[in-house]
């Protein structure tokens, strides 16, 4: 017998469960299906996010941060440290501890907002009178009715043609995330988010890392001054990029993998390594979803078709975060979810796409919202420019991380932000300031006439706000 509800979100990532949360807020019945599992079976909600995504990367990051400093910088603090040495099971064993924290975490939010949670596979089963029946498959075989649905079943990692992830040579994400030991010599396809902080991590902890890319230049989304800086300090510390590359045959060996390409210049190219790690994008997760069944309209990519409000081509269906356009970024599928559950309500929910910030926790951190110098240049504006470099901001000086910059980028009559882009020590944190500022239309004059405190990261972003108009005080 089917159980019926107001709202039914399909998939407990961060746009399904956020969506969840606000619509049992704004006071609807609310079921929320999730199909991840745990190491011993049991639910496990917060999708790539949480399980083998943002989360789990950040825990492997802080951890091979702590033991690269511990090797090359705490002398310069006057602390000796020698031998230092990692137990790779054990930060493996915090990053799953800190995973299972959020997990428990958003059941008890689910309890606390009084929503079922269903663990298994959500899909449709048909129209009906009443809205939508959706078929729940897991260990308990279940049968919901609403007449609002919500699609929130996020992506999956995009595999090379012909080299599908086995987790244990050819990795995804996901592999990445839980490997035994320190590879000696390890390959990344791609230079992206997930190539570079992987990367990252593991050169940390002694890896002999490679990445290859394809596109002739780098971090081709950021602004290209940013993008330099940031490649410079990779450089220098060890990691080793080649941009301009065509892989070409990938083969697994006895002792890891052989991936032959071709350089930027047209040379053959071999090199072998213990682990391949390919990040060459993701693909929306919306296999077993029975789309077809309510004739449910998919892209060519395989994504839902939504308008922009997230409506999709069914009345009463919507879908939020990875799995429709835009960029795939956990905090963009939240604020979609959230807006979605507030326009069902007969509310005017709101995302600006404008204003989302992107993130990469390398280190140095790079983060940006707006428009980057080359798209302002596309469209013909007319801009001014101001940047502020770490090197002259006395608390990146006590904290021994003097690398990268701020750079603001101000309409050239009405000094409107257009953009804001950061290279340095937490720049992931650094970056709200300008999207509030963005928000509000502010203007870099606003942010230059802000009393920040001193000393502290953010004078950075108030100077190069002064660079505008060529008054840093500090540079």
């Known amino acids: 017998m089917s159980q019926t509800f107001d709202v039914v979100v399909i998939g407990g990532g961060p746009g399904g469960y956020i969506a969840a949360i606000r619509a049992a807020q704004l006071g609807f019945k609310v079921a ?34 702590h033991f690269d400093h511990a090797n090359h910088h705490f002398a310069d603090h006057g602390i000796t440290a020698t031998n230092v040495k990692i137990d790779i099971a054990k930060m493996i064993g915090r990053k799953d501890t800190v995973v299972k924290q959020n997990n428990d975490g ?14 298994g596979r959500g899909s449709f089963a048909k129209a009906v009178e009443a809205g939508y029946e959706i078929q729940v498959t897991g260990a308990k075989e279940e049968l919901l009715t609403a007449r609002q649905i919500i699609v929130a079943t996020g992506s999956n990692a995009r595999a ?3 080299t599908p992830f086995d987790e244990e040579t050819v990795l995804s994400n996901d592999g990445a995330l839980r490997l035994g030991a320190v590879p000696k010599k390890m390959v990344l396809i791609g230079s992206g988010v997930i190539g570079l902080e992987m990367g990252s991590v593991w ?38 990029i080649e941009l301009g590359v065509k892989v070409g045959e990938i083969k697994t060996t006895k002792k890891g993998v052989n991936v032959a390409y071709t350089n930027a210049k047209g040379e053959a190219q071999s090199l072998d390594a213990d682990k391949l ?7 929306p997760n919306t296999i077993g979803l029975n ?41 963009k599928a939240e604020e979609e979810g959230v807006a979605v559950a507030e326009r069902i309500a007969g509310q005017h929910g709101h995302v600006n796409f404008n204003t989302i910030p992107w993130v990469i926790y390398t280190s140095p951190e790079i983060a940006w919202v707006g428009e980057t110098e080359q798209q302002l240049k596309a469209r013909g504006a007319a801009y001014k420019a101001g940047t502020f470099p770490f090197l002259a901001n006395g608390r990146a000086r006590a904290l021994g991380d003097t690398t990268g910059m701020v750079k603001f980028l101000a309409d050239a009559v009405t000094d409107e932000i257009l953009g804001v ?14 999207v509030v ?25 108030k100077e190069a706000a002064l660079a505008v108009d060529k008054r840093t005080l500090n540079f």
């Open 277 to 283: 790690i390919v990040s060459i994008g993701r693909v």
């Open 160 to 162: 090379l043609p012909g």
């Open 203 to 240: 050169r940390r902890l002694g890896s002999d890392v490679t990445i290859l890319e394809g596109l002739p230049t780098f971090l081709g989304a950021v602004d290209e001054q940013i993008a330099k800086e940031a490649k410079k300090a990779f450089d220098k510390q060890g990691l080793k």
């Open 291 to 331: 789309a077809e069944a309510v004739g449910l309209q998919l892209d060519e990519r395989g994504a839902i078709v939504v308008d922009a409000e997230c409506r999709t081509n069914l009345k009463g269906v919507w879908a939020v975060g990875d799995v429709v356009r835009g960029p795939m970024l956990a905090h």
């Open 437 to 461: 500022a963005m928000e509000f239309k502010a203007s870099a004059e606003d942010i230059a006439r802000i009393c920040h405190a001193h000393p502290s990261l953010s004078e950075a972003t």
């Open 106 to 119: 958003i059941l008890y939010l689910f309890k606390k907002n009084k929503i079922s949670f269903f663990h």
């Open 32 to 65: 929320c299906i999730d199909e991840w599992k745990n190491a011993a079976g049991g639910p496990a909600p917060g999708g790539t996010c949480s399980n083998v995504g943002c989360i789990p990367s950040k825990a492997l990051l802080q951890s091979s941060e």
């Open 421 to 434: 882009h950061i290279v340095g020590p937490q720049a992931s944190e650094l970056i709200a300031e300008a």
